[in-house]
Nanobody, 120 residues
């Protein structure tokens, strides 16, 4: 099994910052990419950002220039630094991992999510 543990969510005022972390553990042979998706109440899940093991990144249009993703390959951990937060960033943020397991082969794993609320 592969486990993803997210942390760092919370309540922040508009214009504030938060840093999310997601640590992966379990039967992981290699990681192809990790990333973050979010789901606001009444809406579908949308891409926030992804990063490959080689360092290539992709960002959703709504967060470009405000959010930064980074990955510590040695710790199997991905970070999401969020700046200039807006009320519309309020959502549950889910960590995602695409990798290879000696046991399961190619897999995709999701974290349970961490709540981010931007409100005054």
């Amino acid at each position: 099994q592969v486990h993803l543990v997210e942390s760092g969510g919370g309540l922040v005022q508009p214009g504030g910052s938060l840093r999310l972390s997601c640590a992966a553990s379990g039967s992981i042979f290699s990681i192809n990419a990790m990333g973050w998706y979010r789901q606001a109440p009444g809406k579908g899940r949308e891409l926030v950002t992804t990063v490959t093991s080689g360092g290539s990144t992709d960002y959703g249009d709504s967060v470009k220039g405000r959010f930064t993703i980074s990955m510590d390959n040695a710790k199997n951990t991905v970070y999401l630094q969020m700046y200039s937060l807006k009320p519309e960033d309020t959502a549950v943020y889910h960590c995602n991992l695409k990798g290879i397991s000696r046991v399961y082969g190619t897999f995709t794993s999701w974290g349970q999510g961490t709540q981010v609320t931007v409100s005054s």
